[in-house]
Structure formats: C-alpha cells, structure tokens
C-alpha cells in the first residue's frame, strides 16, 4: 500500500483528493496501486491523520459544508504540515501548497523534510523545483527516493516525464515552448484584432490572469519555469538573474499584423539550451513560423518542443493550468514510482 | 547486463546497432544500463552470434564492407532467426524484420517464441501488434516478460508509452492523429498549389513514397497503426475489415481550397475510440480547423492526439519514420523496462 500525506489543499489539493476518491478502485485495479492518503495538512483548514486512510467521500463531504479539515468525525487533529509529514507513516508526500519563486518556502522545507526522512515527494510547487532542484535530487537519490516534479510546468501535460523518460536515451539539445497560458490567450485574442489592455481585462474576468498580471505578462512564471526545465532536464542551475526575459506588454497590434503578413505568429517563447557546456535560458516574444507546431498552439494552451539527437525536435501540446489536470500530473507520477518499485 | 538479441538487420536494425555502438558509455553511465547485443540474425544477411558481446565499432565495418553480418571475424554463425531468439542467451530480443500486416509474419513467430522462452520484445513491427496485440500481451504476462512496441507508430516519437505510461491514471476516450507522413507530406504541397500526381513523384523521388503508393495513399499503413492505437491503448480487438478506411486520392485542389478559405486544412486523420463500449476507428481525409493543434502539422511530421478525463486532449508531434528516429524509441523501450527491473 502506498500511504499519501497531501500537504496543501487549495484547489490543486482537493483536486488530487477528489481524483483519488473516485479513482482509487480503477488504481487497484489497472496499475495493482493501493493509493490510501492518510494525512492532508492546509495552511488555513486544519490538517487530519489517520492511520487507517480517510474516507475521501466524507472528508471532501465535511469539509464542503465547514472548510475546514478539522470537521472529519474521526482521526487526529492539530498537526503541524511539518509533523503530518515526518509522523505519520507516510511514504509518499504530495506537496502542492501555493507557489513562492524568491524562497521557495513552505514548499522547500516541506520537500527537504520529507526525502531527508525517506519519503517520495510529488510536487505541483515551482518553487522548490526552480530555486534548488539539484539539491533536492541528490537528497532524493541519498535516501533511495524520489522527487518528481511533473505537474510543476504545464500542470499535467507530461513535458518533464515526456523528455527525461518517454525520451530516455536521447542526448537533450535543449527546449523551448510556450509555457504560460495567460499570455497565449492575450497573444491569441490579439491577433483577432483585441486590444491588449481589453484583452488582459477579459482574462482577468474569465479568471484566466490574476488581478496584478506582473508575473504573467512580464514573463517571470515562464522565466520560473524554464529554470525548472533547464535545472531538471539539461543538468543546469540557473539562477532567476541569469534569465534574460522581456515579456508581452511592449507587443503592439501593428507587431502582430506584421508578423502575420509573413505567415508568422508572436508567441512567448520560453528557451533552455547548452551554450559551449553551459545551460542558458530566456523569455521572450518571437515570431514563429506557421511551418512550426508552436505557432499553432492557440489560447490558454501550453506547449514543450524538445530538441533531441534522436528525433530532432518532438512538441507536446496540452491545458497548462488548472486543478484537475495538475492532479493528474500528479497521480502519473504517483504510478511512475509504483511502475519503479522493485 | 542486458544482453540483446537483433532480429533484422535493415535500415531500422543498422540504424540500431550504430545507435548502441554510439551510446554504450553513455547507457552504463546515466541509466546504468549495460547493453550488450550479443547476436544479430538478418534474413539475407547471415547471423552472427558472440555470448561475450559483439565488437559493434568491427562488425558494422566488416559488415558494411562486404553486406554479410557473417564477414564478422569472430564468434559462431549459420543460426537462424529463430535460433537467434532462443538459443543465444539473450535476455531481450529487438524484433526489427520488415513489417508483414496480412500475415504478420516472420515476426509474429519471432515475438511469440521470444516471449514464449520468457524473454522481453521490443519492436518496430506492426504486423504483430496490429494483428495479435491482446494475444502477445497476454503470452508476456505470463512469462513476465514485458512486449514493447512504442517505435510501431510515430517511429521514435512517444506514443503507446506516452498515453499509456506519461498518461497513466487517465481514463482515455480515445486517439486521433496524422500517422503517416507520406499522405501528409502530399496534402501540404497540394495546400500550396501543387497537383496530387506532380507531388506524389516528387515524393518518391524523395524517398518519402514507395514506388507502389498504394499502402500510403489509400490509408492502409494509417490503418494498420491506428489497430496499433486502439488495441494496446483503448483494449479493443480490431480487425483490418472493421475499420473504414478512405484514402487521400479523391482529394482535389478545389477541396483543398474550399477549406482554406473557411481557415480549415484536410488532412488524412486516423480515428480510435469507444462507442458503447466496443473500440472503433477509421482513417479519412478531415477538415481540421486551424485551432486544432493537427492543423500545424506539416510535411512529413505525424502527430497524435490522446483524449482523456483529466486533460481533455494533449497531443504530440514529431517524426514518424526513419532509421535514427526508430532506433531511439527502440532504445527508449529498453530503458522503460530496464526502469522498470527489480
């Protein structure tokens, strides 16, 4: 049995609580994954352990009607999410409290707790992944774990899974792609003629951008990003200062009609690559020909082209956002250390 | 070590065992795989076999200087493919013979007394997984063994393990894709203006079209693979007669632009899906709008849309034929079940 302690539940975490609930018998079943979460711990709803597994139908169930995970009619209370993780018996951490790219904490010390005491991490936080991936998997790999972070860019379309195992045994030249929605959408509508302040405000109403659109239009979610991909696929350690990035608010209606008149597209194109032994990334708008699969990924898509000796460029298209798709970014890595087990 | 036998010793099975003499250091050293094919048996070529391991760097050079694997210097020689499979102690056969869809044949013997004599397939051939996957997976099981067949669609580009390893713990409605490239190549030059008849003899003067267009152009080949898709992804248990099949001949210039001008492409789409609960598919020219991401797709790029619960669709595009690009996703099996060894 694989005993889950779920650190976080805003909407990524009772998205994954939901997903297990209904799939749990199908996990048995199809992969031989007896999946139990035994402990949830939330930054502001309480945390619950019990060792037997919680009923998910009536967790989600009292937790709808009080918001808190404390209203659980069974099982112990007033964990620390520090605790939930270390004494519970946990062998598998999800991590999935909200997103600091400066500290990367909670996130960090969640992470770094759990593989220092032998525990798998499967993580949707970008921040930990971003700021110290290297050292988190040495950590992982000293205490014979894992640390996956496949929900971490394009929630659950496979990208990093995609290039390091669907593409085992190719040499990585590097990637690129477009790895923020809120930008493609504003890009998308653009180029229908929108302008980009009344773009920006309808994605803000659709709930596709947040209220400060900084860290979207500026590009410092894609620089955040793209040091995960260059950290975890091409052996880099970028820091956030070493990124070049420009991001969308410069791009005019008349740039988008020029490009167009050229069979092209502006996208904001996320780049990792080796440069003579070192990995380098930017975040910038470029024209993409209509000859290239990224120019035809429209919307709040994401996308990943990973350039290979093998192959020489494969794109991944798919949603980048959203809880249940990151739950199930989630759950795939949950079966990929099952698929590893001895 | 994993010790290989190589079936076929054409363009794939050349390209195959250059790719292993190239990335042997590299196999022990990031994945700690140590391959080592100890024997090759090619239908017009002679059979070589050397339980030490064969010198790779020697044998594609005597090879390639005399067109006989049996110029080889050292180790026995004369063994059948057969004898090949089992009685080398190889622990993992590479069936790459020439593709056989009515009969399956020779493969189909050669995979079932691989699997039979509990040794791992990994294979480029869609004869058998077209014809007897249900059957083949099935004998696998029971020698716990593994049958592996990601370089049998979309060549190197992830596949059957991408839906069914990237995307595990989704439930999948069903595949759609470009899945031969030939066809595809043809309907984007016809986009650009060209004649059916001009294009299809500049392809074969490119070698992307046989001289007998017939398996390209009339959907068979897209027929055999998307069986492939729907019998090892979706559990169905198609046979060639069940699938409508039509082929891109009927095509005109004026459809062509009719659906440009409506911002639409045609393009040969292969189809799988569950319709009460029984697996379907078919192959025919479909108007695509340019928001679909298969409408980017150009030349003789194949593509594949996966349909799921948790990410709606997610779609990948790469090269779907040639030596290098198969050998990879050969390799990449390799490496899935060498992951996946206790």
């Given at each position: 049995?694989?005993?889950?302690?779920?650190?976080?539940?805003?909407?990524?975490?009772?998205?994954?609580?939901?997903?297990?609930?209904?799939?749990?018998?199908?996990?048995?079943?199809?992969?031989?994954?007896?999946?139990?979460?035994?402990?949830?711990?939330?930054?502001?709803?309480?945390?619950?352990?019990?060792?037997?597994?919680?009923?998910?139908?009536?967790?989600?169930?009292?937790?709808?009607?009080?918001?808190?995970?404390?209203?659980?009619?069974?099982?112990?209370?007033?964990?620390?999410s520090l605790e939930t993780i270390t004494e519970t018996g946990a062998d598998?951490?999800?991590?999935?409290?909200?997103?600091?790219?400066?500290?990367?904490?909670?996130?960090?010390?969640?992470?770094?707790?759990?593989?220092?005491?032998?525990?798998?991490?499967?993580?949707?936080?970008?921040?930990?992944?971003?700021?110290?991936?290297?050292?988190?998997?040495?950590?992982?790999?000293?205490?014979?774990?894992?640390?996956?972070?496949?929900?971490?860019?394009?929630?659950?379309?496979?990208?990093?899974?995609?290039?390091?195992?669907?593409?085992?045994?190719?040499?990585?030249?590097?990637?690129?792609?477009?790895?923020?929605?809120?930008?493609?959408?504003?890009?998308?509508?653009?180029?229908?003629?929108?302008?980009?302040?009344?773009?920006?405000?309808?994605?803000?109403?659709?709930?596709?951008?947040?209220?400060?659109?900084?860290?979207?239009?500026?590009?410092?979610?894609?620089?955040?990003?793209?040091?995960?991909?260059?950290?975890?696929?091409?052996?880099?350690?970028?820091?956030?200062?070493?990124?070049?990035?420009?991001?969308?608010?410069?791009?005019?209606?008349?740039?988008?009609?020029?490009?167009?008149?050229?069979?092209?597209?502006?996208?904001?194109?996320?780049?990792?690559?080796?440069?003579?032994?070192?990995?380098?990334?930017?975040?910038?708008?470029?024209?993409?020909?209509?000859?290239?699969?990224?120019?035809?990924?429209?919307?709040?898509?994401?996308?990943?082209?990973?350039?290979?000796?093998?192959?020489?460029?494969?794109?991944?298209?798919?949603?980048?956002?959203?809880?249940?798709?990151?739950?199930?970014?989630?759950?795939?890595?949950?079966?990929?250390?099952?698929?590893?087990?001895?």
């Amino acid at each position: 049995m694989t005993k889950i302690a779920l650190i976080g539940f805003g909407v990524v975490g009772q998205a994954f609580a939901e997903t297990i609930r209904d799939k749990k018998a199908m996990l048995k079943e199809k992969y031989g994954l007896k999946a139990e979460i035994v402990a949830i711990a939330g930054r502001s709803k309480g945390s619950i352990y019990d060792p037997e597994g919680l009923d998910l139908e009536l967790l989600l169930r009292t937790f709808g009607e009080t918001g808190t995970l404390e209203s659980y009619p069974r099982g112990k209370k007033g964990l620390t999410s520090l605790e939930t993780i270390t004494e519970t018996g946990a062998d598998l951490i999800v991590e999935v409290t909200i997103t600091n790219v400066e500290t990367g904490e909670p996130a960090l010390s969640h992470v770094k707790a759990a593989l220092s005491n032998g525990k798998h991490v499967v993580t949707s936080n970008k921040g930990p992944a971003a700021l110290a991936y290297k050292e988190l998997k040495a950590l992982a790999d000293q205490h014979h774990v894992q640390y996956r972070i496949e929900s971490t860019v394009l929630s659950g379309t496979p990208a990093i899974n995609f290039a390091s195992e669907n593409l085992a045994g190719h040499k990585l030249y590097g990637v690129k792609g477009i790895i923020n929605g809120t930008t493609n959408y504003i890009l998308t509508k653009m180029e229908q003629g929108e302008k980009y302040e009344d773009v920006l405000k309808e994605a803000q109403e659709l709930g596709y951008a947040e209220a400060d659109p900084t860290a979207d239009v500026e590009g410092w979610d894609a620089v955040a990003k793209i040091m995960i991909l260059g950290n975890a696929l091409l052996g880099g350690e970028l820091k956030v200062e070493e990124v070049e990035r420009k991001g969308i608010t410069c791009i005019t209606p008349e740039d988008i009609m020029a490009a167009k008149s050229k069979g092209e597209r502006i996208k904001l194109i996320a780049e990792a690559y080796v440069e003579e032994g070192i990995v380098k990334a930017k975040v910038s708008p470029e024209r993409v020909h209509l000859s290239d699969p990224l120019a035809g990924v429209s919307g709040t898509l994401n996308a990943l082209t990973v350039m290979t000796d093998g192959l020489l460029e494969v794109t991944v298209i798919g949603g980048g956002a959203g809880g249940v798709g990151t739950a199930h970014g989630l759950l795939s890595d949950i079966l990929a250390i099952h698929r590893t087990k001895s």
